[in-house]
């Protein structure tokens, strides 16, 4: 059996289950669900994810909407912009891809989204409601991080979440924070450390499940971990090897590959799973929209 968690293979199954409920949604509801996705300036490594998710919106059979904004459109320009998406009734999911040039308040951003559209999860009432086990559209990065860890259970070799010690490093709004609402839960035990937590490597020492997010090219290491231990690794980080560049996680992955049961590479993880739930929510929203069953809950 293998140790590596198949993010890639894991989302491509996940898309074509979501292109068939595209097909009967559209089908019984005679509207097919659309994403819009909107990109202010040129940053090029957003320009790859924003070109992704369309193109994987697409493939699935959504409308796929984009919207390219010059880096010096304003804050208000942005504004409007979502005023109609948030108006139109073709469009179902609305995304603001990050980080936003200097001049623009994101959080003003985010908090214009309709959050019955939002399928970020980053608007206050979807965080809120994360928080206090109400129905949310949840982030995408750490939905896809528990999606995995549920496959690894399906494997049997961690036989339940529950009352599993997580330890998740990082305390992002992105995924830190809304991963450990998520695995709370999943009624496990959760300690979120950071930047200026005492003795990472000792809380580290005791996780049955440890999901890496802070940006640290492979910070953590095999004598961090638990012998049995999974693996999940958010990390995407560009280091120079022999004059060409490799991706990292943040996890040490030839390192602690022995020790673990389960471990996610990078890239190949939980990269993909990332754009596979930004479909699964934009379902989610829609079906929300529609007020009917939502094939996924
Ligand atoms: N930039 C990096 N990750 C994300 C994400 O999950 N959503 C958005 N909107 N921007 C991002």
Request: glycine share 6%.
């Amino acid at each position: 059996m293998t140790k590596i968690i198949d993010g890639k293979a894991f989302a491509a199954t996940l898309r074509l289950k979501f292109k068939e409920q595209v097909k009967e949604l559209a089908h019984s509801h005679q509207l097919v669900p659309g994403l819009a996705v909107v990109l202010v300036g040129a940053d090029p490594a957003s320009e790859v994810y924003v070109r992704n998710k369309n193109k994987q919106a697409a493939e699935c059979g959504m409308n796929s909407f984009e919207y390219k904004l010059d880096s010096n459109a304003s804050e208000a320009e942005l504004l409007n912009l979502i005023t109609l998406l948030n108006e139109r009734a073709d469009v179902h999911g609305i995304l603001v891809q990050l980080p936003l040039p200097k001049h623009i308040n994101s959080t003003k951003v985010l908090n214009h989204i309709d959050p019955i559209k939002d399928v970020d999860g980053f608007h206050p009432v979807n965080v809120g409601k994360l928080s206090i086990g109400q129905k949310a559209l949840v982030p995408c990065t750490p939905l896809g991080c528990t999606l995995l860890l549920k496959s690894v259970l399906l494997k049997s070799v961690i036989s339940e979440l529950t009352g599993k010690h997580a330890v998740i490093i990082g305390r992002s709004n992105i995924v830190g924070k809304p991963m450990a609402q998520l695995l709370l839960a999943e009624d496990c035990s959760v300690t979120l450390v950071h930047s200026r937590s005492k003795n990472i490597e000792q809380l580290v020492a005791n996780a049955d499940i440890v999901i890496a997010a802070v940006g640290r090219a492979k910070m953590v290491k095999s004598n961090w971990i638990k012998q049995g231990a999974v693996l999940i690794d958010v990390g995407i980080n560009r280091i120079i090897v022999d004059d060409k560049t490799r991706l990292v996680g943040d996890i040490d992955f030839d390192d602690c590959f022995e020790k673990a049961a389960f471990i996610t590479p990078v890239p190949g993880g939980v990269g993909p799973m990332t754009i596979a739930c930004l479909l699964r929510n934009t379902i989610s929203a829609y079906c929300m929209q529609y007020k009917i069953i939502d094939p996924n809950s």
